[in-house]
């Protein structure tokens, strides 16, 4: 699987937009980008992902570059329910075992 | 969304014990189930990969005689750490792959695992 590379934290102010980069420069033509978050004691929740085209769904959006050597996963309007560790995995489907890389612990700030 | 189990929550027991770990799917079937291990303040490690009807695969560096995995129904897998020390308190996950959508995989909500 190609490697992630995320900041390792990042605050942001609750009702703003919380915009998540990811750098994936060795993704294969057939590798899926996935977003997973983790709240504090809890399992990983699954959030989106996507080939190479935008995603949007209830929960977030997935900008995928052109290249699709990066992506940026879009809390539209974050909330304090928000604050939690965001995983960026690179995979070709996610039928199969996960490797998790550091992620990024995100901070809402009231 | 699909939905998995884990029973118990917390667990707390005495070095040298052994403890059982059960991993649920509620509303679908799981050929395979994985479980990991999260310390405090690291990321979720891979521990093993189980299927239904066969024996676990291992990542390299877990003990297979210590971390027993059995997958005997397509609902249920169970994690046992064997004669469990305070160094095997962690954070323990599990997730399934959905045997009808192989491509999905769900998240149990975890087993905080303390050994005193």
């Known amino acids: 699987d190609a490697k992630t590379t995320q900041p390792t934290s990042m605050d942001c102010a609750e009702g703003r937009a919380a915009n998540l980069p990811c750098n994936h420069s060795?993704?294969?033509?057939?590798?899926?980008v996935y977003w997973y978050r983790q709240i504090h004691s809890q399992g990983p929740q699954y959030i989106i992902h996507g080939l190479k085209n935008n995603k949007t769904n209830e929960m977030a959006s997935l900008i995928i570059t052109e290249d699709r050597k990066s992506s940026t996963l879009i809390l539209p309007h974050a909330t304090l329910r928000d604050t939690a560790v965001y995983y960026c995995?690179?995979?070709?489907?996610?039928?199969?075992?996960?490797?998790f890389g550091t992620g990024t612990s995100l901070t809402v700030i009231p | 969304g699909a939905v998995v189990s884990q029973h118990p929550s917390w667990v707390i027991c005495k070095s040298g014990t052994s403890v059982k770990i059960e991993c649920r799917s509620l509303?679908?079937?799981?050929?395979?189930m994985f479980w990991y291990r999260q310390f405090p303040k690291q990321s979720l490690m891979l521990m093993a990969t189980s299927n239904e009807g066969s024996k676990a695969t291992y990542e390299q560096g877990v003990e297979k005689d210590k971390f027993l995995i059995n997958h005997a129904s397509l609902t249920l897998s169970t994690l046992t750490v064997t004669s469990a020390h305070p160094e095997d308190s962690s954070f323990y996950i599990c997730?399934?792959?959905?045997?009808?959508?192989?491509?999905?995989?769900?998240f149990g909500p975890g087993t905080r695992l303390t050994v005193t």
């Open positions: 509303d679908f079937q799981a050929t395979t």
């Open positions: 997730s399934a792959r959905d045997r009808s959508s192989y491509r999905e995989q769900y």
């Open positions: 060795t993704i294969s033509g057939n590798e899926y």
């Open positions: 995995i690179v995979r070709v489907d996610a039928g199969n075992q996960f490797y």
